[in-house]
């Protein structure tokens, strides 16, 4: 018996990425491209028209992150697998993608074939990482770089890291689909966590601990 055709919604900002990978998943008479986003806000809106049944989410994106646009298709309910593509495979990328309720995580030099595979397993729910990315994991999980209870959370980690590019409140609530007030709880959390008074304070601590990127 042969197996039912897997549609697809591809979400990267570049379009050559785009091109390539729908002209590759074309080749293959198993799987169906149904559209492809550019940004996290658009992939959020065609997952929930077009109803694939995996999504191949870039993270970094200007219009709408792939972290961002993960966590609000799990809250939505949104049926499709989302399987990371990206070319990032830091901690600071990958855990929180994976929290946000990501189904795999691979990077974009993988194989033509192992990339097929991937979306197989994905479509039938089953959780697919790279080997590189599996090891970061596990030694993330075994060696934690700081106490459980200073430990941000994704969404915690997402406004900190919006904060320290000058985003406004405002600004941060449409981009993570969330009220002003909620970024404002978060923030509360954030300098609770990070023994900081306001925004510039938390954004110096998290460089200092090496929560962000250039820190120690």
Wanted: charged share 25%.
């Amino acid at each position: 018996m042969t197996d039912p055709t897997i549609t697809l919604l591809i979400v990267d900002d570049h379009p050559v990425v785009r091109d390539g990978l729908r002209g590759m998943f074309a080749s293959d008479p198993g799987f169906d491209v149904l559209g492809e986003a550019a940004g996290g806000v658009e992939a959020v809106e065609l997952a929930q028209r077009l109803d694939p049944d995996v999504v191949l989410m870039d993270l970094r994106m200007p219009v709408g992150g792939g972290v961002q646009a993960i966590a609000e298709l799990t809250r939505r309910g949104v049926r499709a697998k989302v399987l990371v593509l990206t070319t990032y495979d830091t901690d600071s990328d990958t855990i929180p993608a994976i929290e946000a309720g990501a189904t795999g995580y691979l990077l974009k030099d993988t194989p033509r074939e192992e990339l097929f595979a991937a979306v197989r397993a994905a479509a039938k729910g089953r959780t697919i990482l790279s080997p590189d990315i599996a090891a970061r994991l596990v030694s993330a999980v075994r060696n934690p770089a700081v106490p459980a209870a200073k430990v941000l959370s994704a969404r915690e980690r997402e406004v900190l890291e919006l904060v320290a590019k000058g985003t406004s409140n405002r600004e941060i609530a449409r981009e993570l689909f969330i009220s002003e007030a909620t970024v404002k709880s978060h923030l509360t959390h954030l300098y609770g966590k990070l023994e900081a008074k306001d925004r510039a304070a938390a954004v110096a601590a998290a460089y200092d601990r090496g929560i962000l990127g250039g820190g120690p």
